[in-house]
């Protein structure tokens, strides 16, 4: 480059569009696809934004499980002066790519500006369509051990149930993790009644979306996937009409049959 | 009601808005108020959607703490046939008014429809602009005891630390709560280093937005007030520029260094 030309700074918006409804992907993140130059992703999460992205927009396009390449090259590009938008499904604050986007940029040294625009995530989808399983404190924890040792895992659903934490669980199988959810359940009854309400959702926000209300005992009967969350109960939540609904206190605080008119 | 006539079924919509921001509410949301005859809410939210009301809607303002005379009053309005918007900052799916909704319904027997509208809460919008904190296991704790006794909310903070789980801190302190912050510091200070990054925001998404990057030890010297997030590191989390980060575990994993490129 030469010395007299002013350093492009180019912007890497990490992007989340939601659970993949199209009403779900905010104006935020809509104006940073289509302000992109390059727009990278994975290609499921490209063709549920197949409708914003125009002809003169470059495309990224990238298969499963080649997170780190895709980060770097959209890195990269962004160092060079482009306006690249970096496609998670979700939030890619959670569980998502913001985290090795920020790792990478460490290493390498960019230069480029990094914003994250938060999405709906898939526990906040989830427990949408289940009804209201997260109105008290609550943990999310994934069943992946490719990048967690196992050990670990188990620890924190044993501190988590043990201390009544309604239970988010991500990645709770794939094709080839089938194990984990088991002991996930095991572990869950040592701390919890049977009939605790467990709520399974596959594919949230899709047209396939599949939503199941279930019980600790028995949410192994239901289908779980690679697209499946699983939301657990704590000792307060109950299933009402199809749904399950953690109570936050104001009935045992008030009692809800006399509360204060205004 | 004349018998001949059917029944007219409402529906009550509870929506979320997300922080406060206008491009991070959904289409979704935005087109519940829309169709709503009626639009309920506490003051401070309504006024952030006030752009989206219509001169021909009901509105339903209130008070902050009456949710339940809230909450009621918009299922009634929906048990008679009424569409009703019940506005929530947030998601109304964490620690908001989806579940006193359904647990009202339960009590009353409502047979209206009733609607979830997730939206972008806190933790997501806190994580966006604090960087990459949530990239792996997380707990989140309230810590008003208005509604759930103190003991129980120590015991979770210390598994939740034990356990090395990156914690959320809802509701850190209020005009009338100063010491659950104090106390939560030093349940923390047992399970982590002192050095373990913290970040405190403050009106996320508002004009007044405030975000500190602290850590453990320091983050009471930062203003902390109603309107504040706190999220305290994991073991792994490490400040870079400005933002604190929790790596996901690609980089033990793969080594960063030698991504294989596709």
Redesign the interface.
């Given at each position: 480059m030469n010395a007299a030309e002013p350093v492009k700074t180019g912007l890497l918006a990490v992007v989340?569009i939601?659970p993949g409804?199209?009403?779900?992907?905010?104006?935020?993140a809509r104006?940073a696809v289509e302000q992109a130059e390059v727009v990278a992703g994975y290609r499921t999460y490209l063709d549920l934004i197949a409708h914003l992205v125009r002809p003169e927009q470059d495309v990224l396009s990238?298969?499963m499980m080649?997170?780190?390449?895709r980060c770097?090259r959209a890195l990269a590009l962004a160092d060079e002066g482009k306006r690249v938008a970096l496609i998670c499904g979700g939030?890619?604050?959670?569980?998502?790519m913001?985290?090795?986007?920020?790792?990478?940029?460490?290493?390498n040294g960019s230069t480029c500006g990094i914003e994250?625009?938060?999405?709906?995530?898939a526990l906040?989808?989830c427990?949408?369509?289940l009804?209201?399983?997260?109105?008290?404190?609550?943990?999310?924890?994934?069943l992946s051990d490719?990048?967690?040792p196992w050990p670990?895992?188990e620890?924190?659903l044993?501190?988590?149930a043990?201390?009544?934490?309604v239970i988010v669980l991500y990645n709770p199988k794939s094709g080839r993790r089938s194990s984990q959810i088991v002991r996930a359940q095991e572990i869950m009854l040592e701390h919890r009644v049977p009939e605790t309400p467990a709520g399974i959702v596959t594919g949230v926000g899709r047209p396939h979306e599949s939503v199941r209300l279930s019980t600790l005992a028995r949410m192994l009967d239901e289908e779980i996937g690679m697209q499946s969350t699983v939301i657990i109960g704590n000792s307060a939540t109950f299933a009402?009409?199809g749904?399950m609904?953690?109570?936050?206190?104001?009935?045992?605080?008030?009692g809800?049959?006399d509360?204060?008119?205004?």
């Open positions: 989340g939601g409804a199209a009403d779900l992907i905010t104006p935020r104006l990238s298969a080649q997170e780190i390449d770097r939030d890619p604050g959670i569980y998502a913001a985290g090795l986007v920020y790792e990478l940029a460490k290493e994250i625009i938060p999405g709906i995530a906040n989808a427990a949408a369509v009804g209201a399983p997260l109105m008290h404190d609550f943990a999310a924890v994934s490719l990048m967690t670990l895992i620890k924190r044993h501190a988590a043990a201390a009544d934490f009402f009409q749904k609904v953690t109570p936050r206190g104001y009935a045992a605080k008030y809800l049959a509360a204060v008119r205004s």
